[in-house]
């Protein structure tokens, strides 16, 4: 049974940044495919990053130049690095892991993706 925790989620101002973890286990992240996605309240859950095997990565548009996706496979553990963050970036975020590779140019849907965390808030103030 595969677990995502995710943390690092909290409140700050517009133009600050988190760090947000998701603890893999029992499985190495090496082989796999893993993504961050987001769902604002009202809204479609939304890819923002996606990591696969080889390392590559692809990014929302919206995020591109500020947020960074990666992973320390000898920890278990995907990160999302959030820097200039903005109000329409509050969400709650959640990682996801599949045994099957993505290696397209776009973000996979949610549907792609057989596990998931339960989620970790963020909110960004003006």
């Known amino acids: 049974q595969v677990q995502l925790v995710e943390s690092g989620g909290g409140s700050v101002q517009a133009g600050g940044s988190l760090r947000l973890s998701c603890a893999a286990s029992p499985y190495t992240l090496a082989t796999y495919c893993m993504a961050w996605f987001r769902q604002a309240p009202g809204k479609e859950r939304e890819g923002v990053a996606v990591i696969d095997s080889d390392g590559s990565s692809r990014y929302v548009d919206s995020v591109k130049g500020r947020f960074t996706i990666s992973k320390d496979n000898a920890k278990n553990t995907l990160y999302l690095q959030m820097n200039s963050l903005k109000p329409e970036d509050t969400a709650m975020y959640y990682c996801?892991?599949?045994?099957?590779?993505?290696?397209?140019?776009?973000?996979?849907?949610?549907?792609?993706?057989?596990?998931w965390g339960q989620g970790t808030q963020v909110t960004v103030s003006s």
């Open positions: 996801a892991l599949d045994k099957f590779g993505w290696f397209r140019d776009n973000l996979p849907p949610p549907g792609h993706f057989t596990y």
